[in-house]
């Protein structure tokens, strides 16, 4: 309101951000958010102690693993002998050779655009496509799941049999199987009869029924039998496969789409049919995402719904599992999307991001309100028509969130929620078809857990974020896929009002306090609220600090440069204005930033007064 002030002068005014571990508040009027919170945020990423830094670059291990092709599916492979990141691009399953090479595996799925699923179980790498039959790989070569001889059916018992016969099985149709066996019983009471044939040792690869040959009698009629494997062998069409419980657990499609289908205990050639629970019956909507959770639960997303089935491995068959409805007006808009965040599951529904909790104390279960309220004006511009093409991650304490922002038809951005300081880090210009979490233990400069992202131009590379930021380079270190280039970091602060949102206010001064920073060519902006757009106040900043010392001998250990940088000026020659947001950005090198200080002299008004 109006206020009276007999000063010759005006006081001066002062309005800062000494922290912004508040993240970006982009979803909320600019003047209305905290001091520690930014209006936006590009490029950027909260340290642990609250400044905001450039994002780090992503290291190549390919800008073309197949013709440019949209990556499909993506996983990190780990066994005792072998680990590769396993890629589907162009229809193709391709293994890496080495920290920048990929060769295929011989592998292929139904098409180039269909989305593939991939889970590690038994030392080897299960995955699927929605259409075709499910596929394995052990790193380096790939073939159809198959199954084992499951029984033994006698057609003609023949007659004349003195002893048991011999029993042979014909060989598994694929490569990988093993031969299987089985024993036959006879009755001389009853003439020399065969009376069963039974299965000892199951074999694995049947794709088919093998032939069941009986040896003939000595004088007689031999006997004839069929082997049965349509009882166990997995279903084609499965959409999603997941690793829980010493089980494989997959979804239908068609009009198995609301089917969860599970494999045997540590077995993946049988996938009897009693191993299987329709969830939420035919409601209409398809299964998009399951998800392993608690004890021997899995939450099941559908684009509305919720449920959460106990599948107790103690019970025979998946009779014996519950289904419990969590949520009937909350689900998942991209199935991609979910993943456990700490203790919760994270998922972008309808309306933004939200989680599901659980309270392990009262066996409690909780879907949350949406955690993107802060940037929603960043949900509300995901293309819809291709809002199933999101995906996520949890790496470094961070859900990256991949999205097509406007009228892309790919994910063109990554979306950071830091799950320590429970705050947004705005956007990144990362395109990102698939990521997942990497640990590969020799083969690269560095060996540790790094985010792997396949791109939808079928680059892939690790982001350098495994690196620490005080001790990067500020140059090589803040590129993408190295040829790609660098990119533009920014930082838009909050609009500040000194506290008062009446008063016209006289601009001072401001200071850019820059922390260990790389940046050579910073500019800075101000955008008045009369103003249109920004309007440049500096440009070319070097934001790197001076001085130190030179010591005349050579130490043992690297002293640490982190050093502060003030950058001011004037803002007297500027009209008067209400509030005032600062853009502070860089097209490369590392911009660090831990505060920004503006000063003013409000404007005073005296009160009208009846005399």
């Not at 690793?243 to 089917?259: I, K, P, Y």
């Not at 992202?453 to 190295?482: E, N, Q």
């Amino acid at each position: 309101m109006p206020y009276y002030s007999d000063n010759l002068d005006d006081l001066l005014a002062i309005a800062a951000s000494q922290s912004f571990e508040g993240g970006q508040a982009s979803g909320i009027n600019p003047n209305l958010i905290g001091d520690n919170q930014a209006s936006e945020l590009v490029n950027m990423t909260i340290s642990p102690s609250g400044n905001l830094e450039s994002r780090m670059g992503i290291e190549s291990m390919s800008t073309n693993v197949s013709g440019g092709s949209s990556i499909q599916g993506m996983h990190y492979f780990d066994s005792p002998t072998t680990e590769r990141l396993i890629v589907a691009t162009n229809g193709t399953i391709f293994r890496s050779t080495s920290s920048n090479t990929f060769a295929t595996t011989g592998g292929t799925v139904a098409n180039s655009s269909a989305q593939v699923d991939f889970s590690q179980f038994n030392n080897n790498l299960f995955y699927t496509d929605g259409t075709s039959f499910l596929k394995f790989s052990n790193g380096t070569t790939d073939y159809r799941q198959g199954t084992k001889l499951a029984s033994v059916s006698i057609t003609n018992p023949g007659v004349g049999y003195t002893s048991a016969p011999a029993v042979t099985v014909s060989a598994p149709q694929l490569g990988y199987g093993t031969t299987a066996t089985a024993v036959a019983s006879y009755a001389a009471s009853q003439g020399g009869i065969v009376t069963g044939v039974t299965v000892t040792n199951g074999g694995s690869g049947y794709t088919s029924a093998p032939t069941i040959t009986i040896a003939p009698p000595s004088s007689g009629t031999a006997a004839t039998a069929t082997g049965v494997i349509s009882t166990q062998l997995a279903p084609s069409g499965l959409r999603l496969v997941r690793q829980f419980t010493n089980r494989l657990f997959a979804v239908g499609s068609g009009e198995d789409r609301n089917t969860l289908y599970a494999s045997d205990i540590l077995d993946a050639e049988i996938w009897k049919s009693t191993n299987s629970i329709i969830v939420g019956g035919d409601d209409g909507e398809d299964i998009v995402a399951i998800q392993p959770f608690y004890d021997y639960e899995i939450l099941v997303f559908k684009p509305n719904k919720i449920y959460l089935v106990t599948a107790d491995p103690t019970a025979t068959t998946a009779a014996g599992w519950t289904v419990r409805l969590l949520n009937d007006k909350i689900g998942c808009a991209s199935g991609r999307s979910v993943n456990f965040v700490n203790k919760d599951v994270f998922f972008l529904a309808n309306d933004g991001i939200r989680s599901v909790a659980r309270s392990i104390a009262d066996d409690f279960y909780i879907v949350g309100t949406p955690i993107s309220e802060p940037v929603k004006n960043i949900i509300s511009r995901i293309n819809k028509n291709y809002v199933t093409l999101c995906n996520a991650a949890f790496y470094n304490n961070r859900y990256y969130l991949a999205i097509p922002l406007d009228t892309a038809t790919t994910p063109n951005y990554i979306l950071v929620y830091n799950a320590l300081f429970n705050a947004f880090e705005g956007l990144w210009s990362i395109a990102a078809s698939k990521m997942v979490i990497t640990n590969f233990s020799s083969g690269f400069a560095t060996n540790s857990l790094k985010l792997a992202i396949g791109s939808p131009t079928s680059k892939v590379g690790h982001y350098l974020g495994y690196k620490d930021a005080d001790s990067a380079d500020a140059t090589s270190d803040y590129v993408d896929y190295v040829s790609t280039g660098s990119y533009t970091s920014s930082v838009t602060s909050k609009a500040y009002e000194f506290d008062d949102r009446v008063a016209q206010k006289f601009g001072s001064h401001y200071e850019i306090e820059f922390y260990n920073s790389g940046s050579t060519s910073a500019n800075i902006s101000m955008r008045r609220d009369t103003d249109g757009a920004f309007i440049s106040i500096g440009t070319n900043i070097d934001t790197r600090s001076s001085g130190g010392i030179t010591l005349p001998f050579t130490l043992t250990a690297t002293l640490s440069a982190q050093t502060v940088k003030r950058v001011a000026d004037s803002l007297r020659s500027y009209q008067k204005w209400r509030n005032m947001r600062v853009n502070v950005s860089t097209d490369s090198k590392k911009l660090s930033m831990r505060g920004i200080l503006l000063a003013a002299n409000p404007d005073t008004i005296e009160v009208q007064k009846n005399v």
